[in-house]
Structure formats: structure tokens, C-alpha cells
């Protein structure tokens, strides 16, 4: 019995062997990826420009800006990508300003120093103390060669992406307010308290008998001085959207530290109890159409803010 176990393991064996020895071995299939060319094995030399929109990404808005709970496109300037960097950043309005309002944009082409951007990384106390940026109290302020770096990226045109400088925007001009006051200036007619119901959106109340009063407004521009604003008109109306017969008022320019438009209204010339709508129009000069406030398009509260009644 051992001796048949022995022969058939050994005839077991024999025919492994004879059956190994007739398989062909097969090549390694080839590996696609030896085909290509590396080329030098050194890296290659960083050509980003420090001082250029995409090396100020890179370097200094994603990675020290761009953080939670900072300019994470949670406010403004939007530090996440590079296009919203640029197009919150050059020409865009100040919303924080310091107490002088000296700055207009967040970035001057060719001006760090009117740069709310360059102020905010190199003042310390812009507006309190220790509020440089990044935030003194919470970060680590940038190092000098990075302050260099956007001082270049300023004085070089603030170029975009593309190696482009952006033209300074030309808007239409802003009415801040009014005020409408007596002739002698101690009486405000446009007060909460002296509008119908005391609400502020309401008309206000001009007394019964008054022969004048004053209305006083408020124009900005971005480029053109307020001295030098065009046209300047408050027209009057019974209707709140047609202006078509309108009365049309002059105003004159009043400087000093506030400067101002006046327009004298002939009180004595209007109907007591009528409500009456009023819209001013102004032009800087380089629009083709005078700008209006309120506008058609405006809420009405806007409209009935701009009205007044004459008192029965």
C-alpha cells in the first residue's frame, strides 16, 4: 500500500514538471507611462510675479485674507479668487472710511497713497486702534516685502490678470439728502416730527401763510467738484409720477464746508391741503441725460419722502 502512495506521488510530479516545461512564458505587458518624456529632472523656476494680481493671490489675499470669518466672500473686498480680488479691490467705493472720509476707492491705479488697500496694511489705527490689516488684534501683520509687493503692484497701474490697467469708472451723480428749512434757516420743515403722521417717508408740513421756503440738497460726485454740476433743478408736480407740467426750479450753488444746491419754492403759489411730489435733476457733465431722484423706477416710499403738503 505505501509503495502504490509513493508511485503516485511520484507520477504526480513527473507530470507537473512535463506540464511547467511546455507553458511559453509570457512578456510583461508594456507600461504606457514609460513612454513619456520627463524631461529635466530639476523643477522648474517659479515665474509668478510677487508683485503682479496673481502673485498678491497667491501670496498674501488667499492665505492671510481670505479666512474664515474674514474676506471669505462673507464681505467685501472678496478675497477668494483672483478675479474677485481685482474687481473688489480697483475703483471700488470705500464703505469703511477713516473720520476725514479722505479715501474714495479701495485701489488707486498708480496711487498707494489715496489706497484704502495700502492704508489699511501699513496704518495701525486707521480707524481704532490696532486695526491694521490683517487684523492687528487677531493675525500677524504682513512683512515688509510684502507691503513692497502691493505698494509695486499700485504704483505699476494696479494691472489686472491680463496685464491691463482698469479706467476710472464715471457714475452718474448721488443724491445724498435734503433739507428744507425756513427762510431764515432755524426751522426744519423736513423733520420726522413735522411730517404727516410723524413719519419719516411721509410728506412734510410746510405752515399755513408761508410765502418761501428753502430746499437744500445734498449732490455728490466721483469726478466732477459739486460747484461744477450741471443743470440743477427741483421740479414740483401734484402727480407722483408725471412730471410732464411740472413746475421748474433753479437752484443756485452755496459753498462752504457742506456745499450745497438751494432752491427758493414760492410756497404762496400752491394749493393748501394738495400733496406736492418733487424731483431734482443734476448732470456732471459727461452723461448725455440728466440723472433724477427719485427715478420712475424708484420705491415709492422714496417718492412720498420727496413730497410735501401745505398746511389748510
Known sequence: M???????????????TIVSACVKDEPAPENPFNKIDYGQDTVAADTVNPASLLGLH??????????????DGNF????????????????????KNNDANAFSFRVIPGNPAMSVLHERITNCCFVNE???????????????NLIDNVTTWI??????????????????????YYVAVNTTFDVEYSAINNRVDSVIYNPFIIPTGTENFYLATFVEDDITEIADMQFN??????????????????????????????????????????IYYMRYYANDGTHTENTEFPKDESVEFYKTYWSFIIQP
Open 130 to 144: 490696532d486695526d491694521r490689516m490683517p487684523q492687528d488684534n487677531i493675525g500677524v501683520p504682513l512683512q515688509q
Open 58 to 71: 497667491r501670496n498674501i489675499f488667499s492665505v492671510r485674507c481670505a479666512i474664515p470669518g474674514c474676506h
Open 233 to 274: 433743478k427741483l421740479f414740483i408736480s401734484t402727480s407722483i409720477n408725471d412730471f410732464s407740467a411740472a413746475m421748474e426750479l433753479s437752484a443756485v450753488f452755496i459753498p462752504g464746508a457742506d456745499p450745497l444746491w438751494l432752491v427758493s419754492v414760492p410756497a404762496n403759489t400752491l394749493t393748501p391741503g394738495q
Open 2 to 16: 505505501k509503495k502504490s502512495i509513493f508511485y503516485l506521488l511520484s507520477l504526480s510530479a513527473i507530470t507537473i
Open 76 to 95: 467685501e473686498p472678496d478675497f477668494r479668487t483672483v478675479q474677485s480680488s481685482y474687481s473688489t479691490l480697483v475703483y471700488a467705493p470705500v464703505i
Open 155 to 176: 504704483q505699476d497701474g494696479a494691472k489686472n490678470y491680463y496685464g491691463e490697467t482698469a479706467n476710472r469708472p464715471d457714475l452718474e451723480p448721488l443724491f445724498a
